[in-house]
């Protein structure tokens, strides 16, 4: 018979492990909340006139991290359910919109930019194309994570135009471009590709809660709660289409180009996003951002924009009770996996 003290000592214990451990059993690394309502870019954004998107769909509620196995598990969670690609045929070769985004999800990407030590100076304030952001230069990232319902279209398209705009500064810089050099810059891409940027196709989409896992490789370990995050979410564009010029021979400027993202212009559209300032090229399509306390997202958003400043979780968060608005539950009901790769 267990001794009443030890019993007691024992259910203690468990009631921690529980208490200190995320919704699937895995050690939470952190947590950051962002307030409700706020999907709306820099207070003028509209969604699409579309069934599928509408206020909620893009309203970023929390973001967290757990330790698992040998890698972190992101999470974030939406005010609303998550739309699940169907069986609705999208061109005219029959595609439909399930086989395009096989990964549970096709509305919105999330780029999550990561600053590991916090110095200025060190990493990129650049944001990836089409978010027309910058970070305030101590919060530069030296690694960032796409979650988009196309990861390897994804991949492709951000090596097209990052090859472009190196291209494009070595003829500045230099004038004429040999055939060699032309692809040392190729492979130098690729480097830069495979160093700083991971595309997670290990994901669940369950209500309105999406996870994703990014392993150790990437990270150089799990993630810190020590570290900068840049979270932003942004409406998915499933066309992966980018006017490239030729290898050889003049490089133009090109008009602006976004990396599988939804874009903003004046009015309202089924195609885009409304609330688009008239005369603006470089206008941000974000539709939600990770904001530390006391930076209003309309300043980071708005027509005279103020640097990014990333969110510095300092210590690691426990779970914390969900509220009445549909947070309920995430991670207790049954997670449809998408494809793991």
Known sequence: MVPLRRLSLLLLLATCASACRGTRGDTRLFSLEDPRGDDHGDGELRYPLRQDL???????????????????????????????????????????????????FYTFNLDVYVDEDGQEGSGRTDTLPGRYLTLAPGSAWEKVILLTPRPYEARDVLRALWRQEALRELQRQQGEVSESTARALEAQVEQRIERSVFFPTRVRVSGPTVSFFVPESFLGGQARPTWGYAVAVTGASLERRVELPALFGGVTAPAPQGLMVLGIGPGTSHERFGGGRLGSTTQSPVVDLLVPEGVPQQEVLGQQARPWPAVVPASPGLPQAPDAGGMAGQGDAPASTAPQQ
């Open 54 to 104: 509408g206020p909620g769909s893009m309203d970023l509620l929390s973001f967290r991290a757990s330790a698992e196995g040998d890698g972190t598990r992101f999470e974030a969670v939406f005010a609303r359910p998550i739309p699940v690609p169907t069986g609705r045929t999208v061109d005219a070769a029959g595609t439909t919109l399930a086989a395009m985004a096989r990964f549970g």
